[in-house]
């Protein structure tokens, strides 16, 4: 194995919430914002680059303009569909009232807000909409699930975060294709109904950095989403090949993927009906952990074949068979073959492997499907990328276990 960097596109602001505070200022905000006005700011369950500064650059000005700004969880089904378990979520990510300087309010109840032609129903927040005002703040990216040209961004942190797990169990009743069609109605319903102030769109590049920074007015939530989602999938990283025999991925987790692995990364949707992608195609993928910051909740567990008796033993099953039977996914919560350690379970991969004999393995090592700058790649793998000038090559690393099987960081060279 070689330990190597991609070099993916690195458009960037070097301060997110100096650039927040000279878009808010120059904004129609200060001219809707009236003293002791009440605004609803949403809180995701994702680790946004610079989510904490930008909402408490947003906060500090609503305070600067009189008003009492306060943040309301807006993540569907997530941390267990539980106040509580939302509430544990925000603060993983650093969004306390300490940090943010606002009260931060848990809560799981909605109220309608209309319906569809279709006789979908439309929820929000009831914090929310005891609001004079509501900002909604989300990642612009491309979805785990969700099909068309708008997929996560403002639309959908406005319909199914506000509609908690009541709108995210009716959403994912339909297909990918009819759901993303289906909060872009939603959302403008929304939009019509709440005292929507205004979004703030984040698109980052693959090395997790704010590349995009934009203030959005309501009426423009559906066409932001839409010209964004095209930034980001151009600044989104993946693996430099198309094929692999094996890839080991050291880390799963909601904190880097909705579905824990993305399947843009892997090349798997596990979705009952829907073709999988064409590429990447992999024979074996192994997941060796769960991320703390993931609480247990091991949605898209099922998109491996291998894991742990450790990653096992760290799924807290409740919360994650409530996030999976919400999005309806149910192959994306089966369980792999366990095996004892992550030693073991790189083995048991190779062994399954149907393979002609002297083939040389292509295999890609990463840490997870978020970080993808370095990654070790097989002598194989190298060979079909001899000319390409997106990759370095940094040195040669070993499979280093210790007593107990585990898998040891990378180490050049490897002793």
Known sequence: MYLCRQKFPR????????????LLASSWIGDRVRPGARIAITGGSRGIAAIVPLVKAL???LHQLGGRPFVVNAMGSHGGATASGQREVLASLGMTEENLGCPVCTSMEVEQIGALGEGFPVWCDCKALEADHLVVINRVKLHTSLRGPVQSGLCKMLTVGLGKEKQAAHLHRYGPETMGRLVVKAAALAIKKLPVL????IVENAYNEVARLE???PEDFIAADTRLLKEAARLQPALPVQELDLLVVEEMGKCY???GLDPHVIGRWRIWGEPEPEFPRIQRVVVLRLAPASHGNAQGVGL?????KELYENIDLETTYKNILTSTFVQRGMIPIIAATEQQAIADAIYSLPLAGGKELKVAWIKNTLQLETLALSEAVLKQLAYN??????????????EQGKLNPWVLPCR
């Open 59 to 61: 906060v500090d000005y």
């Open 11 to 22: 458009e960037r602001i070097e301060a997110p919430a100096a650039a927040l505070n000279s």
């Open 257 to 259: 993927s909705g579905a």
């Open 304 to 308: 491996a074949d291998f894991i742990t």
């Open 198 to 201: 205004a979004g703030i769109a």
């Open 389 to 402: 000038n997106r990759i370095e090559k940094l040195g040669p690393v070993s499979w280093c276990f210790n």
């Open 215 to 217: 203030l959005v007015r």
